[in-house]
């Protein structure tokens, strides 16, 4: 503790010695950082050195007194800035390009900043710019950054209307913080009542940006990337009791079509266009009936920038969506058991349905319909083949049941690892784990599993996904993260139909058992937190999770369904945005009347100073005193002196 009182014990005493103006305009340049590191994930990094370089010149020059850059100084840089912006982009317009432009703008806007009005253009400058991390998020981390740069900007404003004395930063942060609470109760009834017009209500995103989450397709090391995710991908509610955790496996694209190095599904958004039409067959017997037992789930799925609902396995009918931007579309259908929308999701999405494990699907399939999940790209995996023909010989004439256990036999018993870092794969991925590297992570495993059991006229494929998750102790739900990512096989056996296959499971059974994860070898931070006791770790999550599944519930998904019930619930009539809107109207109406009111009532409130002066003036003329506007004691004084 004594370490630390010195340095910041002097660096308090130095800027209290710091001129007026030197001290507020580097509490600006805080809060101006504070707003860019709010979307340093979703800007180059170019932006973000050049702004931070930026504000530490400005600041620099701030404390040292130091005179402002000339204007080619700026005129290079926001040159310099445009023309990076154009290379990065490719455009100046659209909502990557133009938040990096503003970003940018507002960091050399400092470097002009003299005159009070240069001081509100950047205020403005930076409410504005302040809205655009919520056009990639609103999550509640988001929403609590924002909150707090708003408070800073406000802050600043108020510094900037007391220009006279060294008001403390304290009092006004407390202003404006008063200021902020008063306006609060308007903000909420603009929050509740505003019209939710659907087409306006949510921002398209830009797909072309990196994505979270899982791909349409499947390349070996892409899922294994994803297991060093942490963050939440769905969260899931089971209101009649939650599966057995090796039941949790959540289905994702299926992959059919392979060509050596990727995978990709045969039907939906992402669908490969090469395939035989010959070959995109299907017959109704995948569809065939599902049985008891049945298993109801609600899902809350994070922004993924795709367009695939993950839902549990096997859900036949489709997940009704109940909160988000596209609640009241009709998802739509593969005949492998897919479901998916028309667009990609671009904000939290709230969807139902109803899981019902089959015991018999698809054992009516015809072979061509299943020949496509029989196909191998020639010229690949020399030695996984020649290793597959020679255990179907050895195997016998054996059922493909047969053949299949004495893979996972191979799997469990030759001595292969599950691991995070299994290094790059070559040409030859199903060769390189069968042979050489014998370690790999699920999807390694699951195509090296599906392409030898191909290899024996066996058909089958890839099913992507998530598998597992977490209860939150907290609310009860079922938090599913990124890391939880997972590859699994469907074969297809005579007289079964298409059967779910692990083959990670045979390679280590805890992760789909006891759901256990796969780590990272931890960094500096997570070196720190070793320290520390898991449980509280655990315990701060745990509440973190729910804290963001209240504000999925209450703030994200309040959208124009839960507003109409809202004025339903208040006695209102409410068929459509059009009476949202007449509510909001009358309540701003009642409010603005309630402040005139107010402000009636105290306009003829004055100082009793004042009204003791009025007073004695107004004596002072019935006896023939005559003095000179404005009324002032001195004024009053000298006329009366004058008078005689």
């Given amino acids: 503790m004594s370490l630390m009182a010195g340095p910041w014990a002097r660096g308090r005493a130095a800027i209290e010695r710091l001129p007026r103006e030197a001290r507020d305009t580097l509490f600006l340049l805080t809060v101006i950082g504070g707003i860019v590191a709010l979307q340093v994930a979703r800007l180059p990094g170019w932006t973000s050195a050049l702004t931070a370089a930026v504000l530490v010149w400005r600041g620099w020059l701030a404390w040292k007194a130091r005179p402002l850059p000339r204007w080619p100084w700026r005129v290079a840089l926001t040159v310099l800035a445009v023309a990076l912006t154009v290379m990065t982009h490719r455009t100046l317009l659209g909502p990557d390009a133009g938040v990096t432009l503003i970003v940018v703008l507002l960091a050399l806007k400092t470097l002009e900043l003299r005159a009070r009005r240069d001081a509100y253009v950047v205020f403005f400058l930076a409410f504005f710019t302040l809205l655009t991390p919520l056009l990639s998020s609103q999550s509640l981390a988001t929403a609590l950054g924002t909150l707090l740069a708003v408070w800073g900007l406000l802050t600043a404003l108020v510094l900037a209307h007391l220009p006279l004395g060294r008001p403390p930063v304290w009092q006004a942060a407390r202003t404006a913080g008063a200021q902020a609470l008063a306006g609060a109760p308007v903000m909420a009834l603009l929050f509740a009542l505003f019209p939710r017009l659907p087409p306006l209500w949510g921002i398209p995103t830009d797909t072309t940006i990196g994505r979270s989450g899982l791909s349409g397709q499947m390349q070996v090391g892409d899922v294994a990337r994803l297991a060093l995710d942490e963050r939440?991908?769905?969260?899931?509610?089971?209101?009649?009791?939650?599966?057995?955790?090796?039941?949790?496996?959540?289905?994702?694209p299926v992959l059919r079509v392979f060509d050596g190095r990727r995978w990709r599904p045969l039907h939906g958004p992402d669908a490969a266009t090469d395939v035989p039409p010959a070959l995109v067959r299907e017959d109704a017997a995948l569809h065939a009936a599902p049985a008891a037992p049945a298993w109801r789930y609600q899902i809350t799925l994070e922004p993924t920038l795709r367009p695939w609902l993950p839902t549990l396995e096997w859900t036949p009918a489709s997940p009704r969506l109940v909160a988000g931007a596209a609640a009241g579309i009709a998802p739509q259908s593969t005949p492998d058991g897919q479901w998916w929308l028309p667009r990609p999701v671009t904000d939290v999405l709230r969807y139902e349905g109803v899981a019902q494990p089959p015991q018999r699907l698809g054992t009516d399939a015809a072979r061509l319909a299943l020949q496509v999940d029989r196909e191998l790209p020639p010229g690949y995996n020399p030695r996984t083949l020649a290793w597959a023909q020679a255990l179907r010989r050895e195997v016998g004439d054996a059922s493909p049941r047969a053949l299949m256990e004495a893979v996972l036999r191979h799997l469990r018993d030759g001595g292969y690892r599950y691991t995070l870092e299994p290094g790059v794969y070559g040409r030859d991925t199903a060769d390189e784990f069968w042979f050489d590297r014998r370690a790999g992570f699920c999807e390694h495993i699951a195509s090296a599993f599906v392409i030898a059991l191909r290899a024996m006229d066996i058909p089958a494929r890839v099913v992507t996904g998530y598998q597992?998750?977490?209860?939150?102790?907290?609310?009860?739900?079922?938090?599913?993260?990124?890391?939880?990512?997972?590859?699994?096989?469907e074969v297809w056996l005579p007289g079964e139909g298409w059967v779910r296959v692990d083959p990670t499971a045979w390679v280590s059974p805890d992760r789909t058992v006891s759901g256990e994860r796969l780590a990272p070898p931890p960094g500096p931070v997570a070196a720190a937190l070793v320290r520390v006791d898991p449980r509280l770790l655990a315990s701060v999550r745990a509440l973190w999770d729910a804290a963001n599944q209240r504000w999925n519930d209450w703030i994200l998904d309040y959208g124009p369904t839960r507003q109409l019930d809202l004025l339903r619930r208040l006695g209102l009539t409410a068929a459509g945005w059009q009476d949202a809107a007449r509510a909001l109207g009358v309540a701003l109406a009642v409010l603005a009347t309630v402040g005139v009111l107010a402000l009636a009532w105290r306009w003829p409130r004055r100082d009793p100073w004042q009204r003791w002066l009025a007073r004695a003036a107004r004596t002072w003329a019935r006896a023939g005193v005559i003095y000179a506007p404005p009324l002032t004691p001195r004024r009053l004084l000298a006329a009366i002196a004058a008078s005689g």
């Fill in 232 to 252: 939440v991908a769905l969260r899931v509610a089971f209101p009649d009791g939650v599966p057995p955790r090796e039941a949790l496996y959540f289905r994702g």
């Fill in 468 to 489: 597992g998750g977490e209860r939150n102790p907290v609310d009860g739900l079922w938090t599913v993260r990124h890391s939880d990512a997972h590859a699994w096989a």
